[in-house]
């Protein structure tokens, strides 16, 4: 299991704060390792690489399947103009830059036409695909805001190259109403998700991470996944 020494916490704490920073680039879910490295020092790169060579049996992850580090696919649609109402701010926000791969934005937007049909409101796309750098940056971040805390981290994140935000044959995304939701961990109570369970397969969407489900992840209602019909 991994351990980490007060000096490794002491460069965490700096890259942290890069990560947050660079996480506010609309283009940053689809840097590269390259682009990764490209900013940090060789302490803060060792930090990372340390930590995405863990080993998730030991953290209760059961099945784990590498879908393999690849370059961004270069078909990615980009999603802008999503908005939903904060009740925390009493307002519109906007949610920030998102892509998916065109098949599964294709699909995508015909399910949420059908859903505001039935429902006449809809879901946004919150996080579509990461690059497996970005999924690396993202699981420091969630480790960094854990207190350091692997167990917990590897319940809500996978490692890069075994998630499905990440695989456009098996692409990932998460959701959330347009009408806005307090508590994500909520999303099952939602007239939303329960729309989906009875019709998002007749788009080629599943949810990937049901209660009790195999891979050892914590129940993630808002987590859906697109495989393309044949």
């Known amino acids: 299991m991994l351990r980490f020494f007060q000096a490794e916490k ?43 060579l863990v080993g ?15 370059p961004a696919p270069k078909d990615l649609v980009l999603i802008e103009k ?35 049909k039935e429902l006449e409101t809809a879901i946004n796309v919150i996080s579509g695909y990461r690059s ?15 207190k350091w805390n692997v167990k917990n981290t590897l319940r809500r994140l996978t490692l890069p190259g075994c998630s499905e935000h990440g695989y456009p044959l098996r692409q990932g995304m998460d959701v959330a109403p347009e009408k806005g939701i307090e508590n994500l961990e909520d999303f099952d109570q939602t007239d939303e998700y329960k729309w989906l369970l009875k019709n998002a397969k007749k788009f080629g969407f599943s949810l990937s991470y049901p209660k009790g489900n195999k ?7 808002w987590h859906w996944h697109y495989v393309e019909k044949k």
């Open 10 to 52: 002491r460069i965490g704490a700096r890259l942290y704060k890069k990560l947050i920073n660079e996480k506010k680039n609309p283009k940053a879910p689809l840097m590269s390792f390259d682009d990764l490295y490209s900013f940090l020092d060789r302490r803060e790169k060792n930090l990372i690489d340390k930590i995405c």
């Open 56 to 70: 998730p049996k030991e953290y209760g992850k059961n099945f784990t399947i590498f879908y393999g580090i690849k």
């Open 82 to 116: 999503q908005e939903y109402f904060s009740a925390k701010y009493k307002k519109i926000k906007k949610v920030k830059t998102q892509y998916l791969p065109k098949s599964a934005f294709v699909a995508f937007i015909k399910m949420k036409k059908a859903m505001r």
């Open 132 to 146: 497996p750098a970005y999924q690396a940056a993202i699981l420091f971040i969630i480790l960094f805001e854990n």
């Open 215 to 221: 891979y050892g992840v914590m129940f993630e209602p």
